[in-house]
């Protein structure tokens, strides 16, 4: 009588993470997301730490929170988890406004994204 379990998103090795309503444009968290991509997670976690992006704290926040589902919910071994995909997406986008010059005015937009972070667990070759 009850309903069908969903089915998993991701494949048995993988886990992830999302984060919405992250206060800075697309293409500014693109590349903090780029600098992690295909890197084993403690690399990337040193990256983002000494990182001189505002937005790297939120995405390290991220990648911890996918380590953490890996762990914990998928039964993962840590040690060989790879960030698989990081991807941003738009999300809303707040419009501003200021008075200019001869009864202007001038449009500000405040755009907010979202990210997504998978990783996968890789078996290491002797």
Request: proline share 3%.
């Amino acid at each position: 009588m009850s309903k069908d379990k969903n089915p998993r998103r991701v494949a048995d090795n993988e886990a992830m993470a999302k984060t919405r309503m992250l206060r800075t444009s697309p293409q500014k968290l693109n590349l903090v997301a780029a600098m992690i991509r295909g890197k084993k997670v403690d690399k990337a976690l040193t990256d983002l730490t000494f990182s001189k992006k505002r937005i790297a704290e939120d995405v390290k926040k991220c990648l911890q929170s996918a380590i953490a589902n890996a762990e914990n919910n998928h039964n993962l071994d840590v040690d060989e988890l790879v960030v698989a995909e990081a991807y941003v997406g738009k999300n809303l986008v707040m419009k501003r406004g200021r008075p200019r010059a001869r009864g202007r005015y001038g449009k500000i937009m405040k755009p907010f994204s979202e990210l997504t972070i998978k990783v996968r667990q890789i078996e290491e070759q002797a």
